[in-house]
């Protein structure tokens, strides 16, 4: 799979150069690409935006059902479910605050055409008062991603808490559904050289050279934002949480972290992950294994991160103000995105699809994004380790307090 991996980048990356060189020898003629060159970029963004609702709702399913109902692995389940949410919620918002700082869409224009939404933006109120879905199965046609992410989870919840098993043909659905379209995801994926081709080719050609110093400042922004993520967010919940010093705990986790940043693959760097953890932080094994095994699919703090930078670029270079309401919704769109979307193929890139569409943003600007993905992946993976590790080591010593105060008792 790694292999495979590589070799789609590696195409994707040529589609990239090919398109920036086709743009630029077309700077004089820009509406050659728009005509001839420009649909190959629209096709494959229809075909993304075919497989968002049916891949994110069944992967929310199967995600939020992973939590089995034995009481002790509930309690663990529930602490880790919340250390997740929080950290991911954290690290979106570094990211938008890096992005709206650092401006890496400043200067730059996307001909995005008639592509634009023009949907309303709800005020914070209506938004949360409609976050529960009072239609469903109307919100999943209109594309209303934050409701279509809570009647998944609902969903998911509520088919484990059945008696008798009743439950388990509705996630056996939901499993396939997820398993049919993760192959669809695939498919389309193996046509994203020739989509950047068609997206990249005529920014360049309208833009020029311009190009590669966005590029410059969006790569930039993430690493920033994952090295603060570490720092920040991390650091803190050691503190207060664990006797663990930072040093100790850096330290122990750099082999697997420095696996992360190599491979740009959880699961391949989870048994380095768990030998880590039990071997230099001393974490439980039966925590370790739990917590690091679910946060490899689960947990996406860096992805989170990357959709909030992203998000922001996106806006600029399609020349969009966001307002605070829809910052919040990227924001939460993200966090709660998360659950489950580790596990697909591609899944950053369907979580910042799902993340610019809750806002109703263009998804033209994401063709640039595409290109330089390998780079930006290798801080996400680090930092998804890292905040796999530090879930296990904050969870372990929350244990041990209760276990104390138990005994005390």
């Known amino acids: 799979m790694k292999k495979t991996k590589m070799k789609l980048t590696n195409k994707i990356l040529l589609g990239l150069f090919l398109g920036i060189l086709t743009g630029l020898l077309l700077g004089d003629h820009p509406e050659i690409a728009e005509t001839f060159i420009k649909p ?9 935006k075919m497989i968002i609702v049916p891949l994110i709702f069944s992967s929310l399913v199967v995600g939020a059902s992973s939590m089995n109902d034995a009481k002790e692995i509930g309690r ?12 991911t919620f954290f690290a979106v918002t570094i990211g938008i605050t890096l992005a709206i700082l650092i401006k890496p869409g400043l200067g730059l224009t996307i001909p995005v055409g008639t592509t634009v939404s023009t949907r309303e933006v709800p005020s914070m109120i209506d938004t949360l008062v409609g976050i529960i879905p009072s239609n469903p199965l109307g919100d999943m046609v209109q594309g209303h991603i934050l409701q279509l992410i809570v009647f998944a989870l609902v969903c998911g919840i509520s088919a484990t808490l059945l008696p008798d098993g009743r439950g388990k043909p509705f996630l056996q659905l939901a499993s396939t559904i997820q398993e049919m379209f993760t192959k669809v995801t695939g498919v389309v994926m193996s046509f994203a050289p020739i989509g950047v081709f068609g997206l990249i080719t005529p920014v360049v050609a309208v833009n020029g050279i311009d190009v590669l110093l966005v590029l410059l400042k969006v790569i930039l922004a993430v690493y920033i934002g994952c090295i ?29 972290t420095l696996t992360a940043f190599t491979t740009c693959s959880s699961l391949a760097t989870l048994p380095v992950t768990i ?12 925590i370790s294994t739990f917590v690091l095994t679910l946060g490899s699919s689960m947990n996406t703090d860096g992805t989170a991160l990357y959709i909030g930078v992203t998000a922001i670029f996106s806006a600029q270079v399609c020349g969009i103000d966001l307002s605070t309401t829809q910052l919040g919704l990227i924001a939460l769109s993200a ?15 369907i979580m910042l699809m799902l993340a610019l569409q809750s806002v109703g943003l263009p998804l033209e600007a994401t063709a640039l994004i595409a290109g330089i993905d390998r780079i930006l992946d290798m801080p996400r993976t680090a930092v998804n380790i890292l905040g796999d590790s530090s879930a296990a080591t904050v969870i372990s010593g929350s244990e041990e307090k209760r276990k104390r105060l138990s005994e005390a008792i």
């Open 228 to 256: 603060l993520h570490a720092l920040i967010t991390y650091s803190s919940l050691l503190k207060i949480f664990t006797k663990l010093t930072l040093r100790e705990f850096f330290k122990g986790m750099f082999p697997a």
């Open 40 to 48: 190959f970029g629209t096709l494959f963004i229809n075909a993304i």
């Open 76 to 87: 663990i389940g529930s602490k880790v479910l919340i250390y997740f949410l929080i950290t």
């Open 335 to 349: 966090t709660l995105g998360s659950i489950g979307a580790g596990s697909v193929p591609g899944g950053s890139f």
């Open 275 to 286: 030998k880590c953890t039990k071997e230099n932080l001393k974490i439980p094994d039966k």
